[in-house]
């Protein structure tokens, strides 16, 4: 019955109700389940952290920058070693880039640390601000991927499709926490914008080295010789699709298995020699499929011209995705090794029936 604007000024308790959540409300804003088991291995969080703890020790010119997410990157130690270079913006992703980008230009080594699905906030930033000027920023993309039961606005499934089209950007992902470690070193000796995506959750357990490599932008690996169909995984979807190709030996079928590492610029030469030898290739990514890796090799095989080889996608299609687990999400969208290996299968049986012509010819 008040006809004049009237402001509602409610002041609120996190974790109201229960004391451990009042007294330490960081802690508690996002608490999981202690794993079984896993207690030894670090998370990619975790190493990231590890990594650039020695690096700021090496380096003085390297400054991080974080968008209210100290904790969520594990950067809280650090602050305290560090206190004036690490710097946290709060909940300002647009400024957190431009900062980093003006700091670049006085000579600094800015590494922003973002979540991947917060970095969209800063697309123009990104571009504009970083890339035309192709000023040397490091971006730190933790929770990329499917993270799970945060949810649809969560899930970090857009930055290979949107950074990838950015000019002067380099877009790489590690396979495990090594080739982070080496990644995040590589980016300190490169003089261009450099973004490096990883997962939520623990690392793969391989023991870490104490010894940091300098990485070949733009090179791919391979882990694993094949002859029957190639199968190129990108970070965290490398190591399953490794274990796909075991899958798979036990049914006959030889796969030989590519860390791509790099989505941009994309290894071209080991690319087209594995397609030419043979000419069936299954990509993987936890990515939207629009726009992504897969879309990206598939243009060079365009721009190649190598119209003869057969290509199979995996990823995320065009859709939202739903609150799950992580493993519950992956296995849903066939991301997991016994999913990859499922879609081999059948992509192999697809193309050998179209070859002695048992249906016509569909859209793979």
Aim: aromatic residues 6%; glycine residues 8%.
């Amino acid at each position: 019955d008040y006809y004049k604007p009237v402001i509602v000024h409610v002041l609120t308790t996190k974790g109201k109700g229960y004391q451990p959540a009042e007294d330490n409300p960081t802690r508690f804003h996002g608490l999981s389940p202690k794993s079984e088991g896993l207690g030894t291995i670090p998370t990619y969080s975790q190493i990231f952290a590890r990594t650039v703890g020695g690096l700021l020790r090496d380096n003085p010119r390297l400054v991080v920058i974080s968008a209210a997410m100290v904790e969520g990157n594990s950067l809280a130690a650090l602050v305290k070693k560090f206190p004036r270079r690490i710097y946290d913006v709060g909940i300002s992703e647009q400024h957190a880039v431009t900062l980093a980008a003006g700091l670049a230009t006085q000579g600094f080594i800015p590494v922003v640390a973002i979540y991947s699905t917060f970095l969209q906030r800063a697309f123009d930033q990104i571009l504009h601000d970083v890339c035309l000027p192709d000023l040397p920023v490091i971006f730190a993309l933790d929770r990329s991927g499917i993270v799970g039961e945060d949810g649809k606005t969560h899930q970090g499934i857009f930055d290979l499709s949107y950074l990838n089209l950015m000019p002067n950007m380099i877009v790489c992902a590690p396979k495990d926490g090594n080739e982070l470690q080496d990644l995040l070193y590589t980016a300190l000796n490169t003089e261009h914008p450099l973004a490096i995506r990883y997962p939520r959750g623990r690392g793969t357990g391989v023991p870490l080295a104490t010894e940091l490599h300098q990485l070949h932008i733009g090179k791919a690996e391979i882990i694993k010789q094949g002859e029957d169909v190639v199968i190129i995984g990108i970070g965290s979807t490398v190591m399953p699709s490794l274990e796909a190709a075991e899958h798979l030996a036990l049914g006959g079928i030889d796969a030989m298995v590519i860390n791509a590492r790099f989505a941009k610029p994309l290894d071209t030469e080991l690319i087209l020699d594995v397609a030419k030898h043979t000419k069936k290739m299954v990509i993987v990514e936890e990515n939207v499929l629009s726009g992504g890796f897969g879309a990206a090799v598939l243009e060079l095989l365009e721009k190649a011209e190598a119209s003869d080889v057969k290509v199979k996608r995996l990823g995320i299609p065009d859709e939202f995705v739903t609150h799950g687990k992580q493993d519950f999400l992956r296995s849903l969208y066939h991301l997991d090794a016994l999913g990859i290996a499922n879609e081999c299968a059948d992509f192999l049986a697809h193309v050998q029936a179209k070859a002695e012509g048992e249906f016509p010819t569909t859209i793979l």
